[in-house]
Nanobody
Framework: VQLQASGGGLVQAGGSLRLSCAASGRTVNKFTMGWFRQVSGKEREFVACISGVGGGPTYTDSVKGRFTISRDNAKNTVYLQMNSLKPEDTAVYYC???????????????????WGQGTLVTVSS
């Protein structure tokens, strides 16, 4: 599975961006798909994930009510809609995928087998 993340950019605080993660090589509609972010010098941080078998999305507390993860199985693509962006959301955002239905370890990057290359999101104050 190859993952291609896109949609990052520079936005002012309060603005919105939509990240896309296009998968190729295999259909991922039953995969768990996740978004993580990383600031230079810090560990990769869980942002959101969505189950491939009808389970609801899961978010880290700091983005609840602002970010929405969704998937379009026809396009083999997962999205992260980010609203009300804050300067502390600035990071490189990575999409990730795993064929296993993740339950307890969805927040752990090592759980995911496949990773995209990352897309930079910069939120100015």
């Amino acid at each position: 599975v190859q993952l291609q993340a896109s949609g990052g950019g520079l936005v002012q605080a309060g603005g919105s961006l939509r990240l896309s993660c296009a998968a190729s090589g295999r259909t991922v509609n039953k995969f768990t798909m996740g978004w993580f972010r990383q600031v230079s010098g810090k560990e990769r941080e869980f942002v959101a994930c969505i189950s491939g078998v009808g389970g609801g999305p899961t978010y880290t507390d700091s983005v609840k009510g602002r970010f929405t993860i969704s998937r379009d199985n026809a396009k083999n693509t997962v999205y992260l809609q980010m609203n009300s962006l804050k300067p502390e959301d600035t990071a490189v955002y990575y999409c990730a995928a795993d064929a296993v239905q993740i339950s307890d370890t969805y927040y752990n990057p090592s759980t995911y087998e496949y990773w995209g290359q990352g897309t930079l999101v910069t939120v100015s104050s």
